[in-house]
């Protein structure tokens, strides 16, 4: 029986077409979003969200940048996080993973079932806040936002069967042969091979530090200390509690004060401006991206 290489031509056609429609369908929504954004708040409570603004407002934003300091500050207090984050995770699980990839290091079951066994069970959220807060003495720093994601098992596991399955071991034992120690195994020979995962590693803790909100909710007091994510969530917090409450409205009204806030369009700016910045991180990953993910994980 003669054994078929590839696909035929309307297969490849069919394949094309539906992953086509398919980044069309996760593209569309981002276009919506930033269409809203652009459009004006009246519109949108008469005739709804359109992918075409009918009158075309900044509106949403200008409310938005009335403080624009704290934007600007909330940006660079995020950067720092990334940045920091990023490296240090990264850096730290490589040299976690690295050891437990090595045959010839005896302890290597034991610290993998250490990793796995945090996968499956943790000490909870009020344990896990007194650590931070009563003995790390980390509340209301950034540090309290870099720290608890420097390490995840899932990665971990994901590095060690890259370096287990993709690092030549006759590599490793002409370095020692030449003299090279551990540590200028791991940093001149290992880390350069491992572009590939580190780099995916990297792009999703990056996207997990740019996410999240939880972390400032529960530590950060210090508003210059905001994360854009929480920045946003506060200030959408905020445009709903004065538009839900009619007896603010009727106070600020009652003084000669005017409300308007464009609750929907400012949700969507709110959006565009969570979302843009971190599409910027994409094109470098890129190229490493599928190649890590797929020698990364070859075998369990």
């Not at 690092?167 to 940093?187: H, N, Q, Y």
């Amino acid at each position: 029986m003669k054994q078929v290489s590839g696909t035929s031509r309307a297969s490849q056609i069919a394949l094309n077409a539906f992953f086509a429609l398919y980044s069309l369908n996760c593209l569309l929504p981002i276009v919506l979003i930033a269409a809203v954004s652009f459009s004006s708040e009246t519109d949108i409570i008469r005739d709804g969200y359109k992918f075409i603004p009918q009158n075309f407002s900044l509106e949403a934003y200008k409310f938005l940048f009335i403080d624009w300091m704290a934007i600007v500050r909330a940006y660079g207090v995020q950067l720092f996080v990334i940045v920091v984050g990023t490296l240090l995770s990264v850096l730290m699980m490589a040299c976690y993973a690295y050891p437990i990839s090595r045959p010839d290091f005896p302890h290597r079951r034991v610290f993998s079932f250490f990793a796995i066994f945090t996968m499956l069970f943790n000490g909870g959220l009020i344990p896990w806040y007194m650590v931070y807060v009563n003995i790390l003495h980390l509340k209301d720093t950034l540090w309290a936002l870099i720290m608890p994601f420097l390490g995840s098992a899932f990665w971990i596991l994901v590095l060690r069967t890259f370096f287990q399955t993709s690092i030549p071991g006759p590599v490793i034992e002409s370095a020692r042969i030449d003299g090279a120690g551990e540590l200028k195994t791991f940093l001149s020979i290992v880390l350069p091979l491992s572009t590939p995962v580190l780099a995916s590693v990297a792009l999703f803790q990056t996207l997990l530090y740019w996410n999240d909100f939880f972390l400032p909710m529960v530590f950060i007091v210090d508003q210059e200390k905001y994360t854009v994510q929480y920045l946003m969530y506060k200030a959408l917090q905020n445009i709903q509690f004065i538009a839900q409450n009619p007896t603010i409205a009727a106070e600020i009204t009652r003084s000669g004060g005017v409300i308007t806030l464009p609750s929907e369009t400012v949700r969507m700016a709110m959006g565009v401006m969570g979302i843009g910045p971190i599409v910027f991180a994409y094109p470098f990953f890129q190229r490493y991206f599928v190649k890590g993910l797929t020698l990364g994980a070859v075998k369990g």
